[in-house]
């Protein structure tokens, strides 16, 4: 009786012993899989953060050449001003001018000049 007994128990250690193997192999696999996982994740964060970096060079680089074609037009703008506003018959500017306000003003420029051309040709062809 004693040797069914023990017979017995051992078996159920058995069992509990393949039921506990069947855990362990599940939460190997669980892990290998969670390894996977966290490694992809890295490789993505990785590739996330040089494609941060790069777009960030790219603003950079975007704001300098911005910087720049402001620096340009402005002079550029400043330029047009100056050589509108020193013509003979041309009000000086009160304050801060519209870049319609220049336009404006060099567009009478161009009439004014374009009216005494068509004068002279006139009188030239009398």
Do not use: C
């Not at 040089?50 to 400043?78: D, G, M």
């Amino acid at each position: 009786q004693v040797v069914t007994e023990q017979e017995f128990q051992l078996a159920e250690q058995n069992k509990l012993i393949s039921e506990l193997q069947g855990t362990i192999s599940q939460l190997q696999a669980e892990v290998v899989s969670t390894r996977l996982h966290f490694l992809e994740q890295k490789q993505a964060q990785r590739e996330t953060q040089s494609q941060l970096e790069a777009l960030q060079h790219t603003e950079l680089q975007t704001r300098v050449a911005l910087e720049l074609i402001s620096s340009k037009y402005e002079r550029y703008r400043n330029k047009i001003i100056q050589a509108t506003f020193s013509v003979e018959g041309i009000q000086d500017p009160q304050g801060e001018l519209t870049d319609d306000e220049v336009l404006e003003a060099m567009q009478k420029i161009f009439n004014e000049r374009t009216e005494f051309q068509q004068m002279l040709k006139n009188k030239g062809s009398r």
